[in-house]
């Protein structure tokens, strides 16, 4: 079972138990209640706001299971569940690593190859123009990745594209790559920079570390990093709500930290740095700093 079902099913039955601890009156209560016009509005009110309180406990998590999972990313040729990485094979032989929670479809026509990201992120290695016969060559229509705000046009051999809310995020790892906006005009994103695109433009490209690819193998590279990004990455790996406090956004972290066990490397993170963890609810985590516990 995927970890979204598991924590809904969780989220779930603890709303039902709620509502059985709430909602259960003693059989004799009944008449004593009635003799009071006073007591009978108040337990009457008290039943309302026991109502409203069981609909936020089954909307909460049915809200929370929509938004980490909407039914585009359900019915997609390929997609990973969150904290998942997955490797797929196009039938050109273009090789694509897709990050947690990110869906893809997969078009292929005689003029393009078309690569739908809807959400999350895709590591893309293109199938290269290869010699067949002697003096021949195979030559491949233009790759192309679609996202929200343009197109992605493979020029080189190793490049990203994360989806994000209202941008897209390109990494040129190997060659070069054409960004092209909705609206605006195009860049050619060279070897070593990355860039974000909205549907209105390209900001100018900075420069890549070539570390930031450890991402296809459930790593995170972070090199005198905020802890804000920091935890804001792995939120997107983790089976939960993991949010900062402002008190500890700005600390400076650095090394090489476990994605698809985000567990693991916030414990970490708690013996290393002076921060804690405190869980609202089980599946509702903030990281703070230390000094917030009283401590």
């Known amino acids: 079972m995927r970890p979204e079902y598991r924590i809904f099913n969780q989220m779930l039955r603890r709303a039902q138990q709620l509502r059985r601890e709430t909602g259960a009156v003693p059989a004799d209560v009944g008449p004593a209640l009635r003799e009071d ?36 990313m ?44 809807l959400g999350g992120e895709i ?29 992605v046009e493979a020029r080189g051999a190793q490049f990203s594209v994360r989806q994000g809310d209202g941008f897209t995020r390109v990494a040129a790892f190997r060659g070069d790559a054409l960004v092209r906006p909705a609206s605006g005009a195009a860049l050619v994103l060279t070897q070593g920079q990355r860039c974000t ?9 900075q420069a890549l570390d070539p570390r930031e690819a450890m991402w296809t193998r459930g790593l995170l590279y972070a090199n005198n990093m905020r802890i804000a990004d920091l935890v804001d990455e792995l939120a997107r790996y983790h089976a939960g709500v993991l949010r900062y406090a ?32 405190r869980s609202i609810t089980p599946y509702w985590t903030l990281v703070e700093a230390l000094d917030s516990a009283g401590i």
């Open 197 to 205: 695109l909205t549907r209105f433009g390209v900001a100018a490209p």
């Open 246 to 277: 402002d008190d500890v956004a700005d600390l400076r972290v650095s090394g090489i930290y476990q994605l698809t066990d985000t567990d693991a490397t916030l414990a970490l993170l708690q013996r290393t740095y002076p921060i804690r963890l």
């Open 37 to 72: 016009a006073d007591a009978a509005g108040v337990s009457q009110g008290r039943r309302r706001a026991l109502k409203t309180l069981w609909g936020l406990a089954i909307a909460a998590p049915a809200g929370w299971l929509a938004s980490r999972l909407p039914w585009q």
């Open 123 to 151: 590591m893309v290695r293109p199938v290269s123009d290869v010699g067949g016969a002697p003096g021949a060559r195979t030559t491949h229509a233009p790759l192309l990745v679609q996202t929200a705000e343009g197109v």
């Open 74 to 117: 359900w019915t997609a040729e390929f997609h990973t569940a969150t904290g998942e990485l997955d490797d797929v094979l196009l039938a050109d032989g273009t090789h694509i690593t897709l990050g947690s929670a990110s869906a893809i479809n997969a078009a292929f026509e005689a003029k393009v190859r078309r690569v739908d990201l």
